[in-house]
T-cell receptor, first 113, second 115 residues
Framework: DQQVKQNSPSLSVQEGRISILNCDYTNSMFDYFLWYKKYPAEGPTFLISISSIKDKNEDGRFTVFLNKSAKHLSLHIVPSQPGDSAVYFCAASAATSGSRLTFGEGTQLTVNP | SAVISQKPSRDICQRGTSLTIQCQVDSQVTMMFWYRQQPGQSLTLIATANQGSEATYESGFVIDKFPISRPNLTFSTLTVSNMSPEDSSIYLC????????????FGPGTRLTVL
């Protein structure tokens, strides 16, 4: 049972444009959501997170939106840069789960110069 | 965030052998976790490494196959035992801070190839 799903395995955008990465979840107990970026041969790097009591969190070029009724979150990157090219994972946790994270399958973002 | 190192960074092993992966953190942390990322797949939690007690394993993972040690608040090891080619993966440790948001920070990973 895949509780966190990223339905787009890849996304390609032009430099300077907006990148939108999507993530859906099924477990209504999830109350904290995170996005990680992963370059080849490196561990995932934490990008941004959002609590279920919010619907938006912004940090520089990165904004995460949460729609609890739709069980959907998205990561917006504006403007996109070639250095943003990486695999992006969304993850979720529940207060009852002892900090355990459940990850989506990842989306490969390619930003073209 | 903590600085996390892992040894070895990569290894090629023969089937039937065992490999121990080390994870070192530059500060004391309450929570340490071990994940596996099989080729082309997502990260899957293997176990939570508990300091001073036995690790807590996720469904599908057992102590005999993946014994874990956590002797103190800055160090943990994961052993992959009696390896088969299906164990070829990236193994990652991560750390979290109790009492705060469930943000975890990851080490660089250990790329294991089993022949």
């Amino acid at each position: 049972d895949q509780q966190v799903k990223q339905n787009s395995p890849s996304l390609s955008v032009q430099e300077g444009r907006i990148s939108i990465l999507n993530c859906d979840y099924t477990n209504s107990m999830f109350d904290y959501f995170l996005w990680y970026k992963k370059y080849p041969a490196e561990g995932p790097t934490f990008l941004i997170s959002i609590s279920s009591i919010k619907d938006k969190n912004e940090d520089g070029r990165f904004t995460v939106f949460l729609n609890k009724s739709a069980k959907h979150l998205s990561l917006h990157i504006v403007p996109s840069q070639p250095g943003d090219s990486a695999v992006y994972f969304c993850a979720a946790s529940a207060a009852t789960s002892g900090s355990r994270l459940t990850f989506g399958e990842g989306t490969q973002l390619t930003v073209n110069p | 965030s903590a600085v996390i190192s892992q040894k070895p960074s990569r290894d090629i092993c023969q089937r039937g052998t065992s490999l121990t992966i080390q994870c070192q953190v530059d500060s004391q942390v309450t929570m340490m976790f071990w994940y596996r990322q099989q080729p082309g797949q997502s990260l899957t939690l293997i176990a939570t490494a508990n300091q001073g007690s036995e690790a807590t394993y996720e469904s599908g993972f057992v102590i005999d196959k993946f014994p874990i040690s956590r002797p103190n608040l800055t160090f943990s090891t994961l052993t992959v035992s009696n390896m088969s080619p299906e164990d070829s993966s990236i193994y990652l440790c991560s750390v979290g801070v109790a009492g705060g948001p469930d943000t975890q920070y990851f080490g660089p990973g250990t790329r294991l190839t089993v022949l």
